[in-house]
T-cell receptor
Framework: AQTVTQSQPEMSVQEAETVTLSCTYDTSESDYYLFWYKQPPSRQMILVIRQEAYKQQNATENRFSVNFQKAAKSFSLKISDSQLGDAAMYFCAQDASGAGSYQLTFGKGTKLSVIP | DSGVTQTPKHLITATGQRVTLRCSPRSGDLSVYWYQQSLDQGLQFLIQYYNGEERAKGNILERFSAQQFPDLHSELNLSSLELGDSALYFC????????????FGPGTRLLVL
């Protein structure tokens, strides 16, 4: 069974500063994808970034980047130049594509507050 | 807007009742996933359908069932409702391929009284 762990229930960051959210996972698969989803107060789940496990290069989407350490099973999200609109719950997730299913296993989330 | 639609947005019902949640996937997506988000259990995968057939099953109760119709919309049926079934139910859709990514609908908030 897969597990995804987010050890930081809450984080805060000053506007315009950088923050890193942590995520570790446990899987026996060699082929899988990792994701960060954002859930603002509207409760909509919004894809932030995805990473293919077979790619060594870390994914980047504008101000969002990841630090993917496959051997350590670590997948952290870095948000640069934080904005008030970044305040939300952030969920780390892994799929089971190596096992033939793309269902997502989610961590419990990190609540990010942005201080003006 | 993800392109995935879910109805209704909110649903209030009583214990023992049955409800149906509806999901329309993004145009061209063949897979539909259902997830439950509750305070106790967090976000949990319930079930996946691909092109009308059940593909994977997660922590779905026997009181719950789902189906995907020929036009690819999906319905999640919840019966004999209990207080603990109160949650946010998400539908997500995706198209298989090297860039497979799930896009989530806005969710249906179910309150069982």
């Amino acid at each position: 069974a897969q597990t995804v762990t987010q050890s930081q229930p809450e984080m805060s960051v000053q506007e315009a500063e950088t923050v890193t959210l942590s995520c570790t996972y446990d899987t026996s698969e060699s082929d899988y994808y990792l994701f960060w989803y954002k859930q603002p107060p509207s409760r909509q789940m919004i894809l932030v970034i995805r990473q293919e496990a077979y790619k060594q290069q870390n994914a980047t989407e504008n101000r969002f980047s990841v630090n993917f350490q496959k051997a350590a099973k670590s997948f952290s999200l870095k948000i640069s130049d934080s904005q008030l609109g970044d305040a939300a719950m952030y969920f780390c997730a892994q799929d089971a594509s190596g096992a033939g299913s793309y269902q997502l296993t989610f961590g419990k989330g990190t609540k990010l507050s942005v201080i003006p | 807007d993800s392109g995935v639609t879910q109805t209704p947005k909110h649903l209030i019902t009583a214990t023992g009742q049955r409800v149906t949640l509806r999901c329309s996937p993004r145009s061209g997506d063949l897979s539909v996933y259902w997830y439950q988000q509750s305070l106790d259990q967090g976000l949990q995968f319930l079930i996946q359908y691909y092109n009308g057939e059940e593909r994977a099953k997660g922590n779905i109760l026997e009181r719950f069932s789902a189906q995907q119709f020929p036009d690819l919309h999906s319905e999640l049926n919840l019966s004999s409702l209990e207080l603990g079934d109160s949650a946010l139910y998400f539908c997500a859709s995706s198209t298989p391929g090297p860039q497979e990514t799930q896009y989530f609908g806005p969710g249906t908030r179910l309150l069982v009284l």
